[in-house]
């Protein structure tokens, strides 16, 4: 899977110690299941998914070449409510 990552942005992920591995498997979750959020205006797709204790979102978009990454963040809360598509 591409990961189309800024500068910036991959800055921001260093700082917030997210790995693309992670990036990765929150989105193929995401375009396997459909369990994702979509911003009618800018086509911005948020995802989440759990690993471990962590709980990752990225918020993304599918290009040609891959899917680009505009922000990620994590937390180790668990989030009980099931995606219902």
């Not at 375009?31 to 990225?58: D, F, M, N, P």
Request: glycine share 4%.
């Amino acid at each position: 899977m591409g990961l189309i990552i800024s500068d910036e942005v991959r800055m921001l992920l260093e700082e917030r110690t997210i790995r693309n591995a992670d990036l990765a498997k929150v989105i193929h979750a995401a375009e396997e299941t459909g369990c994702k959020l979509e911003h009618r205006i800018t086509g911005h797709q948020l995802a989440h998914l759990r690993l471990s204790q962590v709980t990752y979102w990225v918020q993304y978009k599918p290009e040609d070449d891959g899917y680009r990454i505009f922000t990620a963040y994590s937390h180790r809360m668990e989030i009980l409510e099931e995606c219902q598509m």
